[in-house]
């Protein structure tokens, strides 16, 4: 594999354009998605089945009023309940639904809201995953930090006085491999307080190995619950691979992780769908594991470098809004995470109702932040952003936007001992 791609013929050799060409026309040239490819581990689990076979039966059309009126009245939220909250007949409901959600967010995490930053540590990719501006036939700008660069950008983040950092990689072994990721594990550690990763999925020892150099959580997204539409938006890469991708949470969990995340990319497939399989993948998996910490995100696409058709153009801020309060009402306890791909606006409203977390100062590009967080233009070289944010707000305006709204900002609320 080739460390570096690009999508226009200038730059791609004949044999590259031709290989291209064939992944995006003959599906028979891709391999299966559904098969395993060598070096990744398969664990015996029953979650997959269970989440999958309810979302292939979920007919969200035969929901009534009735049934939503049904699901608000019950002290408990079941399954059935949530699927009429994420139905259309729920749309009318959305104030009653919106108090709901606000009241169990109270009941569970009083008026808090918890804030971290992403940090993008090198934006190398081996998948052509055709929404994403990091797929590797992608004309951008490639960049994986050194150490000496990562510890900066640290630095420059702590002094903010972040707490909380995720590390995400592009995903690439040979450019940003285990243990790379580890010793950017190291250096996170000595600055802040929680470490998370979104990288690409690993087997069960190399998680636990994450987890001894400092990683708190793995965030992984499943980006659609569908096979069939996920095949035909990861062309090629260990990404393809559907169900080794399912199961990161739990190998994480397996490997000792104290805590996951998930998420679907809403806008890819079937909205309603991908939300009921992403909080059933919760679900089982939090009765499965109840020592885990578990939370769900809730993106949706954003336009990306080089591509303008990228937009969530069937999801909403309404859709969007009812999605959360649904997950909010079915999974009291779960953290809920709303990116700087939403607007200001948005997530100002939706941290008083049902969101528990939210991200601020955000690059979703490498090596800039020095220049985001203190104004002072490096001399480095940058690596391009993986899609555009919306939200541009930094650490210190959120905090005080959150604090004006009269809720409580969070750093951390994990020591150790």
Known sequence: MENKFFVDSEYLSPEALEKKHRLETEPS?????????EGMEQIASDICENVISQ?????YSIYTARDVKAALEHETCSIEDFKALLSP?????????????????SKHFGNTVYLFTPLYIANYCENYCVYC????????????????????????????????????????????????????????????????????????????????????????FQETYDADKYETLHLYGHKRVWPYRFNAQE?????????VAFSALLGLSDFRKDALASALHVYYLQRKYPQAEM?????????????????????GEKQLCQIICAYRIFLPFVGITVSSRESAEFRNGIVKIAATKVSAGVSTGIGDHESKYTGKESDSAKGDEQFEIDDNRSFDKMYKDIADEGLQPVLNDYLYV
């Open 55 to 59: 979302m292939k039966a979920y007919d």
């Open 295 to 315: 939370s769900l995100s809730c993106p949706r696409l954003r336009p990306i470098i080089n591509n303008d058709k990228i937009n969530p153009l069937d999801v």
């Open 251 to 259: 190998r994480a969990l397996m490997g000792g992780m104290r805590g």
């Open 133 to 220: 501006g990091f797929n590797c036939y992608n004309h951008i700008n490639r960049m994986k930090l050194s150490m000496e660069q990562i510890e900066h950008e640290m630095k420059v983040i702590a002094e903010s006085g972040m707490e909380e950092i995720l590390i995400l990689t592009g995903e690439s072994r040979a450019m940003s491999n285990v243990n790379y990721i580890g010793e950017a594990c190291k250096l996170a550690r000595k600055y802040f307080r929680m470490v998370g990763l979104e990288i690409y999925p690993v087997n069960t020892d190399e998680y636990r190995y994450l987890h001894e150099c400092g990683a708190d959580y793995v965030t992984v």
């Open 89 to 105: 007949a729920a749309e009318p409901f959305l104030e009653e639904m919106a108090q709901k959600a606000r009241l169990e967010t």
């Open 29 to 37: 040239f891709r391999k299966n998605h559904m098969e395993y490819m």
